[in-house]
């Protein structure tokens, strides 16, 4: 049965904090039009990294040409990809003085290279304009074409992530177009090219013990270093039921065991998200 979305143990109840540097972030973001998946995503520690000076850049757009079940931004034909976009993520990066970036995007299977040069460029840029800033960047599958994902290990960024989302069982039901096996065939390209590897997933979706610590196997098989683990968190009704809501401790424990097998570092607890202290992963 699956549980009530709306209904959140102690655990997952955050309050969004506000202050100078958050209303700096967001004024900052409203006035260019940048586009984060800390809002479009609903994060929940979107207050806690704007407290800090800090966001998820989402390039591309905001409407996504996929689908998936489990995701809460905006699906449909996207607008023909704007060029100011770079300049403006860069812009926006030498305003906040970040230090480590983390830049994602929204499928765009609608282009012929999926927007790995666009990709390219945002890369170059903030390396040209932010030398001293560190960079991951959070791709799409690319439609499984290992020599547009290319493009961007060209361009190095010290981390490049994929998320796998959830286990093998439940991806038709969760994702849009992309399957477990492709994302793992990503992964390993990624791993092989000498760059740091990095995959996430969700919990609450329906998965067992059994398919977590095999999920785990499966990363650690294609040469990933770095995982992260948190809680499905149902954005509305029309979305993939929740299923149930997993307590800190059994998080903590899936960190412990992930330690175990060989991750060079883990992120596990009800709030994690894919960008949360991306920071720490790079070293």
């Not at 480590?100 to 609608?110: A, E, L, Q």
């Not at 001293?132 to 490049?160: C, H, N, Q, S, W």
């Not at 998080?251 to 596990?268: A, W």
Request: glycine share 8%.
């Amino acid at each position: 049965m699956a549980a009530d979305f709306r209904r959140k143990p102690e655990w997952l109840k955050i309050h969004l904090p506000k202050g100078f540097k958050t209303s700096q972030v967001v004024g900052l973001l409203n006035e260019k039009h940048i586009h984060t998946i800390c809002s479009s995503g609903m994060c929940p520690n979107r207050g806690e990294c704007w407290g800090n000076g800090t966001a998820t850049f989402m390039i591309g757009g905001n409407i996504c040409t996929r689908s998936c079940r489990f995701c809460n931004v905006a699906t449909g034909r996207p607008l023909p990809l704007n060029k100011e976009e770079i300049n403006d993520v860069v812009n926006s990066v030498k305003a906040l003085n970040l230090k480590h970036v983390v830049i994602t995007s929204v499928d765009r299977d609608d282009l012929d290279d999926c927007g790995a040069n666009h990709w390219a460029e945002m890369i170059r840029a903030i390396k040209r304009e932010c030398p001293g800033t560190t960079m991951e960047v959070l791709v799409p599958d690319f439609k499984g074409k290992l020599e547009l994902l290319d493009i961007v290990i060209a361009e190095r960024p010290d981390i490049i992530s994929h998320n796998l989302e959830t286990v093998r069982r439940l991806t038709p039901d969760v994702r849009c177009f992309a399957t477990y096996d492709c994302s793992l065939k990503v992964l390993k390209h990624i791993a092989e090219s000498g760059i740091r590897c990095k995959s996430g997933i969700m919990l609450g979706l329906g998965e067992t013990r059994e398919e977590i610590l095999q999920t785990m196997d499966d990363l650690l098989a294609v040469g990933c270093e770095v995982m992260t683990i948190g809680q499905y968190l149902q954005p509305t009704k029309e979305h993939y039921p929740l299923q149930d809501y997993i307590h800190p401790d059994t998080f903590e424990e899936y960190g412990k065991i992930g330690k175990e097998k060989g991750f060079r570092h883990i992120e596990s607890s009800p709030l994690v998200r894919s960008s949360y202290h991306a920071e720490r992963h790079v070293h």
